[in-house]
T-cell receptor
Framework: GENVEQHPSTLSVQEGDSAVIKCTYS??????FPWYKQELGKRPQLIID?????GEKKDQRIAVTLNKTAKHFSLHITETQPEDSAVYFC?????????FGSGTKLNVKP | DTGVSQDPRHKITKRGQNVTFRCDPI?????LYWYRQTLGQGPEFLTY????????KSRLLSDRFSAERPKGSFSTLEIQRTEQGDSAMYLC??????????????FGPGTRLTVL
């Protein structure tokens, strides 16, 4: 099956700084690369995604970059705010299933 | 509420008992997924339905687990002879048929299972 790794596992930044989370995967057939945000006690929610025919996608303060050759994609959050504090999961899609990473706990200090 | 719903939200059971969870996806969504999430981990894929057909099942899933989606709408997940290691949050997600929007999964609130 797919081997998915996220780094770092925890990340602490000062409000206003940028945060970058990297996800590596092993399945070369993966063609869809989403990032989910999960706040404590709540369900995962999609925040941004990218398809394999695109290298970068941006939505306001959030961006995702994809390097299919190297099999990794990254989440970039700029101008972080305390409400960005949560656990973030990458979940590259293989055939008929999504493989979630183990998560990155982001703490944005005011 | 037109989102994904799950029932019950919490379930406490004794080891060895059987439990059944229900998921109601968003009405026009034909794709349905079940996941299990333990504390500090990402959701772990269990099984996938497209309409009523179960197209994928995790090899990690023991024979004690079974899922159905008889009419292609709601789904049930049953765990027989529960063990303490089954304690987790069980999440259901659905996505729309075809096109780019079919990739986005919408998660339900989950059923938290505690096996004593």
């Amino acid at each position: 099956g797919e081997n998915v790794e996220q780094h770092p596992s925890t990340l602490s930044v000062q409000e206003g700084d940028s945060a970058v989370i990297k996800c590596t995967y092993s399945d070369s057939a993966s063609n869809y690369f989403p990032w989910y945000k999960q706040e404590l006690g709540k369900r995962p929610q999609l925040i941004i995604d990218i398809r394999s025919n695109v290298g970068e996608k941006k939505d306001q303060r959030i961006a995702v970059t994809l390097n299919k050759t190297a099999k990794h994609f990254s989440l970039h959050i700029t101008e972080t705010q305390p409400e960005d504090s949560a656990v973030y999961f990458c979940a590259p899609r293989g055939f008929n299933k999504f493989y979630f990473g183990s998560g990155t706990k982001l703490n944005v200090k005011p | 509420d037109t989102g994904v719903s799950q029932d019950p939200r919490h379930k406490i059971t004794k080891r060895g008992q059987n439990v059944t969870f229900r998921c109601d996806p968003i009405s026009e969504h034909n794709r349905l997924y079940w996941y299990r999430q333990t504390l500090g981990q990402g959701p772990e894929f269990l099984t996938y339905f497209q309409n009523e057909a179960q197209l994928e099942k995790s090899r990690l899933l023991s024979d004690r687990f079974s899922a159905e989606r008889p009419k292609g709408s709601f789904s049930t997940l049953e765990i027989q002879r529960t063990e303490q290691g089954d304690s987790a949050m069980y999440l259901c997600a659905s996505s729309a048929p075809g096109g780019p929007q079919s990739n986005e999964q919408f998660f339900g609130p989950g059923t938290r299972l505690t096996v004593l």
